[in-house]
């Protein structure tokens, strides 16, 4: 019977979780749309240019439905969100649904990637720069890793470019998907976007976890551990780790929100036709459901990215 109570207490708490999540993504997003909506200019006036007459202005707003209120549009986008209806692009009338899969894919594979770079290389250097805490291990090691957080990824990006595409000839300077295959039958494409990511993520991992190391690794237990003889890889095993692995997790979970800002401008410095690209299209062309479609799976995944790290930091205290 206390089973079954636990039980049904942790399935009422998954719920709530997902619940908050959902109203959290909900709200984002039509604050997004009323913004939007906000701005100067339209899909119209994107798609007519500078010498639009307001005649013909007025008659593709009335084509295109942007003359109607834009709560009556909200409503109809959320209408259309709860059926599983991401709406269609103005220009072309495609449907949005296929096109943010295939971008979302490619964006995803690229994300994947990524991250084992940034998880290897940022825990990697935490545990050696935090276990060393004032040597000078420590000091290279975090002035590379503020070096790399304080370089923005475009840069990063075109001095890959420079050393291994014009320089060396190694791979290509542009990651375009060819039209004989996939991006996985090309996979050399993938390799300095996924460097450029790595470089600043890793960095950024490394700053968040290396304080969580460097405070477990002189706590009484792991001094302990070292003054009963023990050898550095199982202190590092058995005592110091299990002690940081909770913040240490909450800090990596904040990865995942710069994981998807830059991989947009990667994606853009490389010509890589993901999600950063669409979401750069849609704005240029004015594309409010495609726009919104972008949107809404950056937002959705960044709020829970934070909600999971707001669990974590939950269990840890």
């Not at 949005?96 to 290389?121: D, K």
């Not at 990651?175 to 295959?181: F, K, N, W, Y």
């Not at 495609?290 to 269990?315: E, P, Q, W």
Request: include cysteine; proline fraction near 5%.
């Amino acid at each position: 019977m206390r089973s079954l109570r636990s039980a049904a207490a942790r399935t009422a708490a998954i719920i709530w979780w997902l619940l908050v999540w959902a109203a959290w993504t909900l709200a984002a997003l039509v604050v997004v749309f009323l913004l939007l909506d906000a701005l100067p200019g339209d899909a119209a006036s994107a798609r007519l240019g500078q010498y639009a007459t307001p005649e013909a202005l007025t008659q593709l707003r009335a084509q295109y439905g942007l003359d109607r209120p834009v709560l009556e549009r909200l409503a109809n986008w959320l209408r259309g969100l709860a059926s599983g209806d991401l709406g269609t692009t103005l220009l072309t009338n495609t449907q949005v649904a296929p096109i943010l899969t295939s971008a979302l894919g490619r964006t995803a594979l690229l994300a994947a990637l990524a991250s084992i770079g940034i998880m290897v290389l940022g825990w990697g250097g935490a545990i050696l720069a935090g276990s060393r805490s004032g040597s000078v291990l420590d000091r290279v090691l975090s002035s590379s890793a503020l070096a790399a957080i304080c370089t923005p990824e475009f840069v990063v990006a075109t001095l890959l470019i420079v050393v291994f595409a014009s320089v060396l000839g190694w791979l290509p300077a542009v990651s375009l998907v060819p039209a004989d295959g996939g991006v996985l039958a090309h996979p050399e494409i993938l390799v300095l976007p996924t460097l450029s990511i790595v470089i600043v993520g890793s960095g950024t991992l490394m700053r968040l976890v290396r304080p969580v190391i460097a405070r477990q690794s002189v706590s009484l237990h792991v001094e302990a551990a070292r003054l009963a003889g023990l050898s550095p890889a199982r202190v590092l095993l058995r005592h110091l780790l299990p002690g940081a692995i909770a913040p240490a997790a909450q800090a990596s979970a904040m990865i995942v929100p710069y994981l998807v800002g830059g991989t947009v401008v990667i994606e853009r410095a490389f010509a890589y036709p993901g999600l950063g690209s669409l979401m750069v299209q849609a704005v240029s062309n004015r594309e409010p459901d495609l726009l919104m479609a972008c949107a809404g799976v950056v937002i959705a995944l960044t709020v829970l990215a934070y909600r999971l790290a707001d669990l974590s930091r939950g269990k840890t205290s």
